[in-house]
């Protein structure tokens, strides 16, 4: 329920706002993919805590042109009556290539 996630251009706390942003995000994107490739997972075994980091790309049609973003992201996994729920998530966008979405930001 709390969740919270941090993205290139938006964040979000909790799960309502959670589906919100991803609901206008696919509405938007309809072709989107998303992948994320984790690399490491450490575990904290006494509070129930682990830690997963790697690569995630992101790619869609935006005015016709593929563009694709790609980066590094870390989340945050709580252990909760025997479940693992992703407590927060952060995506830190490393390149951008294609349409005039990647244009510089300021």
Do not use: H
Not at 20 to 29: D, E, F, G, K, V
Not at 63 to 70: K, M, N
């Amino acid at each position: 329920e709390n969740v919270s996630v941090t993205g290139p251009v938006w964040r979000t706390v909790g799960r309502d706002q959670l589906v919100q942003a991803y609901t206008r995000l696919i509405s938007r994107r309809p072709d989107l993919v998303w992948i994320r490739e984790p690399q490491t997972i450490r575990m904290n075994t006494s509070w129930l805590f682990a830690s997963e980091s790697g690569e995630w790309r992101e790619s869609w049609r935006e005015g016709g042109v593929f563009t694709e973003l790609r980066g590094s992201y870390l989340a945050l996994w709580r252990k909760v009556d025997g479940r693992w729920l992703l407590d927060a998530e952060v995506f830190v966008p490393l390149s951008c290539t294609g349409s005039s979405y990647c244009n510089p930001r300021r």
